[in-house]
């Protein structure tokens, strides 16, 4: 094989397309299940990874909401959760009122991601944390 063969080699498999991922393809189908047994249901893209995160990555998550909603299969809003900070919400093609039920769910959010609220929680977790470690780390030894 010559250099200039070598330039002009092109591989003969297609590369993977963005539909092409069998985790996406099979959590595809749940997701739709999953909105449509409760229609009246608004959920935001990370509450939705969680839920799912036992049996797939978030990435995974992320990608078949992604191909879905581009697909039309179920419904999807990207709102602003404060100045800068996006918010996706997912829900049936089904539900009625999901602009207000999105309102609701962004309040939560918002809530729960206040500072003071975030600040005892990260408190409460360092004691909870030095609380477990401290008889792990404070105990004597037998010296022979």
Request: charge should be negative; hydrophobic fraction near 40%.
């Amino acid at each position: 094989m010559s250099w200039d063969e070598i330039d002009e080699y092109e591989p003969d498999f297609e590369q993977p397309g963005p539909g092409d991922d069998p985790a996406v393809q099979a959590l595809e189908p749940q997701l739709v299940a999953f909105l449509d047994a409760d229609p009246e249901r608004v959920f935001y893209e990370t509450q939705l990874a969680v839920l799912f995160e036992k049996d797939f990555f978030h990435w995974v998550t992320s990608r078949a909401l992604k191909d879905l909603r581009e697909s039309g299969k179920i419904s999807s809003d990207l709102a602003e959760l404060s100045p800068g900070v996006p918010i996706r919400f997912y829900f049936s093609r089904r539900c009625r009122y999901w602009k207000r039920k999105a309102d609701e769910v962004r309040s939560i959010v918002l809530s729960f991601s206040d500072q003071a609220f975030t600040r005892a929680l990260g408190v409460q977790g360092y004691r909870l944390t030095v609380t477990c470690m401290r008889p792990m780390t404070c105990r004597t030894l037998p010296v022979n």
